[in-house]
């Protein structure tokens, strides 16, 4: 069992950053790929970035694709989204999300066994 806790979210004006952070507790932080989901209001839940176990490897969807960055700090045992140029469309609710048993980064929500309460992030235009 992994408990999973987000912050970091807020209000912001288009174009300026957040930096979003998932706290794990639980099983071996480093045991588990990661990754950030988000909703919109009226929308659907869709796949932002993954970070696999221990090499670091990364996704992105392509609408974040060059303005966010997902990192982990393993002896911290905690995952970061850097958002950066945010756009009003970037507007949600911010989860993470944690996998024990598969081995590189998913973009599928049902590889995924752990979630946290979601952060809100608004961006005003």
């Known amino acids: 069992q992994v408990q999973l806790v987000e912050s970091g979210g807020g209000l912001v004006q288009a174009g300026g950053s957040l930096r979003l952070s998932c706290a794990a507790s639980?099983?071996?932080?480093?045991?588990?790929?990661m990754g950030w989901f988000r909703q919109a209001p009226g929308k659907e839940r869709e796949f932002v970035a993954t970070?696999?176990?221990?090499?670091?490897?990364?996704s992105y969807a392509d609408s974040v694709k060059g303005r966010f960055t997902i990192s982990r700090d393993n002896a911290k045992n905690t995952v970061y989204l850097q958002m950066n140029s945010l756009k009003p469309e970037d507007t949600a609710v911010y989860y993470c999300?944690?996998?024990?048993?598969?081995?590189?980064?998913?973009?599928?929500?049902?590889?995924?066994?752990?979630w946290g309460q979601g952060t809100q992030v608004t961006v005003s235009s």
């Open positions: 970070i696999s176990r221990s090499l670091g490897i990364t």
């Open positions: 639980g099983r071996t932080f480093s045991s588990y790929v």
């Open positions: 999300a944690a996998s024990y048993f598969i081995r590189n980064g998913s973009r599928r929500e049902q590889d995924y066994d752990y």
